[in-house]
């Protein structure tokens, strides 16, 4: 993988995590690499950063209300070692892993307002590319919302026409991949209903069924 936290292919992102730094300078404030072993089975492409989660604690997913129904979900279905994120003071902590699964974004920095413009996703783009590329024949990739599901169809050079986005949806793909869509775990989706605890874990259930019956 040829991503590095010294990204700076975006002006506009690269200012705006400049100027967080200086005012929170205990967050990484920083691009976030993807979290787990590059070659699983099963990969997981959110939007981007969030400001007190991903941007502070430098690992998707991790210090915020997005990451708790993601890695409890995870750790139900055997991807992950902790029902919890931990938060930037156990980072480091080898207590928290991931098991055949990995966690990226479509968009590496944290955005103004958590809404990176267009131009900023396609200069992301072959990072996630890169990501795609290392997975297996028969690799499940969930995307988390309408952008990230966007991303790895710009990625994989395919028509965006040619498969919409719907929440539980599946796609076949070339290269014996599946995309497996499905709502964002935002705060704001869970609070308003438009994606349950249920929901995210059918999604997630099915992509453990179909993984696994790939490595029988």
Do not use: W
């Amino acid at each position: 993988m040829f991503f590095s936290v010294d990204c700076r292919r975006c002006a506009r992102l690269a200012g705006f995590l400049a100027q967080v730094r200086k005012e929170q300078p205990g967050y990484h404030a920083l691009p976030v690499d993807s979290f787990g072993k590059i070659g699983g089975r099963f990969l997981i492409v959110g939007l981007a950063p969030g400001m007190h989660g991903a941007n502070r604690t430098g690992r998707p997913f991790s210090g915020d209300y997005a990451g708790n129904l993601l890695y409890g979900t995870l750790h139900k279905y055997g991807f992950a070692s902790c029902a919890e994120p931990l938060d930037a003071a156990s980072i480091a902590n080898p207590a928290l892993s991931l098991q055949g699964c990995r966690i990226t974004n479509a968009v590496r920095c944290l955005p103004p307002q958590n809404k990176p413009e267009p131009a900023e996703i396609r200069n992301c783009n072959s990072y996630l590319a890169e990501e795609l590329a290392a997975l297996p024949p028969g690799a499940a990739i969930m995307a988390l919302g309408t952008i990230a599901h966007q991303a790895v169809l710009m990625a994989l050079q395919l028509r965006k026409s040619s498969f919409a986005f719907a929440h539980g949806a599946r796609h076949a793909l070339p290269g014996n991949l599946t995309l497996f869509d499905s709502y964002h775990c935002s705060r704001y989706n869970t609070q308003t209903k438009r994606l349950t605890a249920v929901m995210f874990e059918a999604v997630v259930g099915d992509i453990a069924s179909h993984v696994r019956s790939k490595e029988i």
